[in-house]
C-alpha cells in the first residue's frame, strides 16, 4: 500500500520517481518460498537473505543488513510468499514494519525515518484491514491473469470463506479496481498462494508492478491503477510536511490530489510521465499446431539507446522499454553480403537478389538443452555515387518540453552532422511546430550549408506541442518538392509528448500512413527523459514505412545522422517479411525472441498488399529463435490440438525434407516495385555446441540473453547477468566504434 505514498516523497526530496527504480538483479531473483510468522525485523531478513543466496547461481552473495543508526525498535513481522522476487519480498517486509529499502555499497540497506514512521502508523489504522489478515483464503494460482478476473476469483474465495465486511460501519465488503486516467488497462498479474491471507495476496499482487496499489474505502477494497497523469497532480501540502494520499474517497475516473501547495524553492519537481505500449513474450508453440511463424523485419534501434539511458543513470528501464529485437540490432555483424552476378531482369542492378540469408544454429547459453538459431539478413551496398537525390523534410519540435539540453540544443548539433554527408543534388527544408507550426526553411540545395545552419541556430523552444500540424505542413512540403524516384522522406525529432492539436495516435499513424503509400517515408529520432513517448512514435514509425531511433548522447547523434541515416536513405528492399515452417519431427516447440509487435499473420505473408519493414543500403538484421528439440522437456505446454477429420504427422523418417530443422522463406520486393520475389531455404541443424559457434552469433546471443533478464523474461532459463558479460566480453572482434565493449560495460554495472 506504499506506492502512492512513494510517489508523494519524491515530491517531498523533489527526486525523479524513477530514480526510486530498485535494483533489477533482486527484480528478477526468484525465491521458490519464504515462510516465518512473528520473529524480530532482523531475524527475518537473514532468513531472507539466506533464500536469497541458496536461490542465486554464481557472482558475490547477496547481504542484507538493518541499519545500526535507527533508534526504531522495528515490530515482529511474518511472511507466507510462494515463488516472488526479491524485491518483491523486501517491499513486502519492510511495509510490514514502517521501513524501506536501498542499495548501498553492494549492500541491501533496511531503513527507516520518522515520516516513514508516520506513514506506516497510518496504514495500520486503515479500518478492516485485521479483519483481512483474519481472511484465510483456499490455495490458488494466477499465471498471467487479468487483473480484472484475479480481483474478482479473490473477492468470490473471502465471501465463500465467510468475509462479508470488513468494515462494520459500511456493512459490506467488495474489491473495486479504479482506473484513473492514463492508466494501463492491460495488467495481469501472477502468483502461488498456499494458505494466505486476503491482505497478504493483495500486497504480493500489487506489489509486482509499480502501477498497481490498493486501500479500503467504506467497505470497498479499493485496488488503484494511477496512471501517467498521476504524478503530474501531487503537490506539496502548505498545510502540513505530510499529506495522506489515502485520506480521500477514490471516485471512478478521477485522479487523487493532494492539496496545492509550493513546491521547494517554488520549482516543480521532476516527473517521469514517459510511455511505452505493453509487450509481453512470444510462448512456445507447437509445430504440430502451429508450424509457421511470420514477422515484419525491423531495423529500429531506439529501445537500445533508451535502455543505456536508463541503466548510466542508476535507473531500471521499464520492462515495456526493452524490445530484444531492438537491442540485437543495434549492433554490426559481419554476415555475408549478397553475391555480385548479373540480374537479368534490373541490368542496372549489381546482384540478383538485395538480401542475403545466413543461418546458424547452436546450443542456446541459457538453456544448452535447447536450440538457438540465429537468422541474419545482409543488404547489399551502394557506393555514393549511385545513390539517389534525397528529398528530406526535417520536423522539429520545438516546444517547451524539448528546451533541455539533452533536446533541441543535442538535435541542432545532430543535423549539423547530416550535412556533411549531403550533396548538392540532396535538398533539405526545416519544418517546426509547437502550439503552432511553420516553415523555417524552404526546400534548399544541401550545398547551401551557411544558409540551413543560419535557420537551425535562430530555433528556440517554447509553448505547447501541436504535431498534427506540423506533421501535415512537413509532408505537404515533401511533397511539393517530390523527386521522383528519388528518397523522399520526413526526419521528425521529438521527444513525442504531444498535447494539442492532433493528439490521437491512431489520426496521427493514418496521416503518416497515407503518405507513405505515396512514396514519402518517415524517420524518427527520440529525444529526452522524463516525458518520453517511446510508444506513440514508435507507433509512426511502423506505420510510415520508416525507421526510430534514440539519441541519448552526442556520440549516439553521430551514429544515427551520420553513415546510418545516409543508409537508411537508400531503400533497396520494401516490404521484407520472413516466414519460417518448423519441421514437428525435430522441433516439439519454438519462440521467436522479440518482434512482438511485428508479427504478421501466416497468410500476410503472401499477401502484397500489407507492410512490412524495409531495409537499407549495407544494413543487417538478426533474428534469433529458440527451439525445444524433440524428448526435452517442454518449459510450457504449447497445448497438441487433437483433430478429429485429419491427422497431423511428421514427415517420414526416410523422406528428402526428414532431417531438416525447417526452411526459412524471405519475400520482398525492390524499391520501385509492387510485386514481391520469394527465397526458400531449407536449414539442417548439424549439433554444434555452444562455445563452437562463431563470434557474432555468440556475442547477438548475449544481447539477447541480456535483454530477456531487464525483461524479466519468463523464458530466460539460467540466464544472468554475470553470463551475458563473460560471452560478450569473449567476442569483442574488431568492434571499430566501441560498441560492444561498451555493451560489457553497462552490463558490468547490473552484476552482483
Known sequence: ???????????????????????????????PEVRFEKISLADALKQIEDAANRAKTGGRP?????????????????????????????????????FEWKIANGKVVVYTTATLQEHHRKLLAIPGRARMKQSILPDFTLTDTPLAVALRKIEEMAKAGGLSQIDPASGRFQIVARYLQGSNRDLTVSGTFRGSDLDTVLEVLTKQTGQLDWTVNKGEVVVILPGANLTKNYRRSAADAFADPFAAPVSAGSVLQVPEGPTTAGAQPDFNTEGYDQLRDNP????????????????????????R???????????????????????????????????????????????????????????????????????YEITD???PASNLVFLLDVSGSMGSDNKLPLVKKSMQLLLNGLGKEDRVAIVVYAGASGLVLESTPADQIEKIREALDSLDSGGSTNAGKGIELAYATAARNLIPDGNNRVVLCTDGDFNVGTTNRGDLARIVSDHAKKGIQISIMGFGMGNYKDDMLETLSNQGDGNYGYIDSEREARKLFGQRLLSTLVVIARDVKIQVEFNPRNVAAYRLIGYENRLLKNRDFNDDTIDAGDIGSGHTVTAFYEIVPPGVDLPEQPGQ???????????????????????????????????????????????????????????????????????ESPHRGDATFGNVVKIAESNLGPDPFGERAEFVKLVKTLVW
Open 641 to 711: 490440438i487433437d483433430l478429429r477429420y485429419q491427422k497431423v504427422e511428421p514427415v517420414a523418417e526416410d523422406s528428402d525434407t526428414a532431417a531438416e530443422l525447417m526452411t526459412l522463406k524471405l519475400r520482398y520486393k525492390w524499391p520501385r516495385e509492387d510485386e514481391s520475389h520469394l527465397s526458400e531455404t531449407p536449414v539442417v541443424d548439424d549439433g554444434k555446441g555452444f562455445e563452437n559457434a562463431s563470434r557474432d552469433f555468440q556475442f547477438g546471443a548475449s544481447v539477447a540473453e541480456f535483454g530477456m533478464l531487464l525483461r
Open 385 to 387: 555515387a549511385e545513390r
Open 62 to 98: 547477496i547481504q542484507i543488513v538493518l541499519d545500526t543508526n535507527t533508534s526504531v525498535t522495528p515490530p515482529l513481522v511474518s511472511v507466507n510468499i510462494l515463488e516472488q522476487n526479491l524485491a518483491l519480498i523486501l517491499d513486502f517486509i519492510t511495509e510490514q514494519a514502517g
Open 284 to 307: 512456445f508453440l507447437s509445430p504440430r499446431n502451429e508450424p509457421l511463424s511470420t514477422f515484419s523485419i525491423d531495423v529500429d534501434t531506439a529501445s537500445y539507446s533508451n535502455v
Open 309 to 379: 539511458r536508463f541503466l548510466n543513470r542508476g535507473q531500471t528501464p521499464p520492462v515495456d522499454a526493452v524490445r530484444i529485437e531492438e537491442l540485437v540490432n543495434y549492433f554490426d555483424y559481419d554476415n555475408s553480403p549478397p553475391e555480385k552476378v548479373e540480374n537479368p531482369t534490373h541490368p542496372e542492378l549489381p546482384v540478383e537478389h538485395p538480401l542475403a540469408t545466413n543461418v546458424e544454429i547452436a546450443a542456446a547459453p541459457w538453456k544448452p538443452e535447447h536450440r538457438l538459431v540465429r537468422i541474419g539478413l545482409k543488404g
Open 1 to 31: 500500500m506504499r506506492t502512492l505514498f512513494r510517489l508523494f516523497l519524491a515530491l517531498l526530496t523533489t527526486v525523479n520517481v524513477a530514480a526510486q527504480t530498485p535494483d533489477l538483479a533482486l527484480r528478477i531473483l526468484e525465491i
